[in-house]
Nanobody, 119 residues
Framework: QVQLVESGGGLVQAGGSLRLSCAAS????????MGWYRQAPGKQRELVAG???????NYADSAKGRFTISRDNAANTVYLQMNSLKPEDTAVYYC?????????????WGQGTQVTVSS
C-alpha cells in the first residue's frame, strides 16, 4: 500500500509560479515512476509530467519549457515546479505513483490539489 499526499496548490496570477509537492508513504521502495496529472472542469484527466525511477522525465507539450518535475527519493517526494502559469493551467492536480512488485502492478493516486490561475 502507498499513500500520496499533495500540497502546494493555490490561487496565483497569470505569469506567476507554484511548486507542488507529493509525499509518498507506505511501501515506497516498490514505487517506480511517478507523475503529475491534472483535470480541469468538464475535461478528462491528462498527463502533465512524469519521472521514472532513474530520473528520466517527460512532459506534455503544454508543460514543456514552463514546468519541471523532480523527485527526492530519500524523502519519497516528487515535485512539480510550475512557472509562467496561464489561466488554462487551472485544474485539480493529482500525483500518481506506479507501484510494482513481482506479483503486482498498481497505480496509486493522491487526493488532488487545486491550482487556480487568474488572468
Amino acid at each position: 500500500q502507498v499513500q500520496l499526499v499533495e500540497s502546494g496548490g493555490g490561487l496565483v496570477q497569470a505569469g506567476g509560479s507554484l511548486r507542488l509537492s507529493c509525499a509518498a508513504s507506505g511501501s515506497t521502495s516498490s514505487i517506480n515512476a511517478m507523475g503529475w496529472y491534472r483535470q480541469a472542469p468538464g475535461k478528462q484527466r491528462e498527463l502533465v509530467a512524469g519521472i521514472s525511477g532513474a530520473g528520466a522525465t517527460n512532459y506534455a507539450d503544454s508543460a514543456k519549457g514552463r514546468f519541471t518535475i523532480s523527485r527526492d527519493n530519500a524523502a519519497n517526494t516528487v515535485y512539480l515546479q510550475m512557472n509562467s502559469l496561464k489561466p488554462e493551467d487551472t485544474a485539480v492536480y493529482y500525483c500518481k505513483a506506479d507501484y510494482r512488485t513481482l506479483w503486482l502492478r498498481k497505480d496509486y493516486w493522491g487526493q488532488g490539489t487545486q491550482v487556480t490561475v487568474s488572468s
